[in-house]
Structures are given as structure tokens and as C-alpha cells.
């Protein structure tokens, strides 16, 4: 049964698992993209965002309880300098998982976890939006006038047939 099994527990013990955990999101942190499983992935981003929500208030508190989790004196300074900079606006979302296929040894899928704002070929690549207002029927509309003109013309016609 899986009672209570909130995330998935990587194969691992709990200090193995937290461990693991930190030195992915330090590596992404200082890297902004990394190469590693799926599930591994999909784990990291729940630990990370958190994290890098925390970043964008600057506040000794903030930087100690990133610090907590993270015990690495140069990611929590770039996690508060460039990173909190770039995502201040973002509510959220600020990590990517692309599948990359699987692993040749073992068959395991293999995934790109990246930084939404750090993709520079994503970002010159992004066209600005201008969304068209769209309808959900199709065709022109017709005015009120012409409408009116149409019912009274079929009316007139209808009648002479009779």
C-alpha cells in the first residue's frame, strides 16, 4: 500500500536521499542546466522551487534557511544575486524538464532539468505575444440592422409563395 507516500523516495534512506538532493540543486544552481534521470528530476524541481521562491525576498532569515538546505555558501549567493534577479517577476515555475530519451546502459529515461530563465536560445526565440481575441463560432457576425433586413426579406418571399 502507499499510504502516506507523499513523494517518491528515490530508491534511498532519508540522509542518502537528502544528500543527493543538495548536490543536484547545487549543481543546477551553479550550472543552470543538468543532465540526470527523470524521477531524479521531477524530485529536484520539488525541492528547488521552494528555494528559489525564498531567494526573491532578500532577508537574512531567507538566506539562512536556503542555507540550511543547501550548505553551500556559493549557490545560496547566487541564488540571491543573478537568479533572484531573473525570476523576481515569475510566480512561479521556474524550473523545465525536458525527456531526453533513455540511457543506453540501462534503459532509465533521462531528462534536462534547466532554468526557465536562463535558456538564452528559448528566450531570443520568443516572439512577442499579441493574442487575437478568437470566438468560439466561426464566421462573421451580423449586425443587428442586417439581420433584421434578412428575416424581413425571407418573410416577404415566403408569403408570395403561399
Known sequence: MRHGKKFNHLGRKKGHRKA???NLSIALVTHKRINTTLAKAKALRV???PLITKSKTNTQHS???VFSYLQNKDAVTEMFGPIAEKVA???GGYTRIIKTGARKGDGAEMAMIELVDYNELMLANKK???KKKRSR???AKKTAAAATAAVVADKATG????
Not at 408569403?159 to 403561399?162: G, M
Open 20 to 22: 543527493l538532493l543538495r
Open 159 to 162: 408569403s408570395e409563395e403561399e
Open 89 to 91: 517577476t515569475r510566480p
Open 128 to 130: 512577442p505575444s499579441t
Open 137 to 139: 463560432r466561426g464566421g
Open 47 to 49: 525541492f528547488v522551487e
Open 63 to 65: 538566506r539562512r534557511v
